[in-house]
């Protein structure tokens, strides 16, 4: 496991009137964290599931919502939140069109 796994995706979600709001980007210190399982338990969102040793992966970090639920709650203080900026909800809002579009390599390397 790496000492620290990001979410690299889109982090952006069309609301009611194709709206977008904007959105956290949520990393887990995986050197820190115990696995005790609160994010993935109690996130509002369902951002967290478990990986194959029992700890928490940003599975779908476009649901997040920048809560501040998980990072709040984590007794290691493993996981940090950070809100995303206009800018950068407008260029990941650009890349999912693109990789929609079949511009982009699939896989998630947005």
């Given at each position: 496991m790496t000492t620290e796994?990001?979410?690299?995706?889109?982090?952006?979600?069309?609301?009611?009137?194709?709206k977008t709001r904007p959105r956290g980007r949520v990393t887990?210190?995986?050197?820190?964290?115990?696995?005790?399982?609160?994010?993935?338990?109690?996130?509002?969102?369902?951002?967290?599931?478990?990986n194959g040793q029992g700890r928490p992966l940003v599975a779908h970090p476009e649901r997040c919502t920048a809560c501040h639920w998980c990072d709040t709650h984590c007794p290691d203080m493993a996981i940090t939140v950070r809100r995303l900026d206009e800018e950068e909800v407008e260029e990941l809002e650009e890349l999912s069109q693109l990789a929609e579009e079949g511009a982009l390599p699939a896989g998630g390397d947005l």
């Open positions: 796994e990001t979410a690299e995706n889109s982090a952006v979600e069309e609301s009611k009137g194709n887990i210190f995986g050197t820190w964290c115990k696995g005790c399982g609160l994010c993935i338990e109690f996130c509002p969102r369902g951002v967290f599931e478990v």
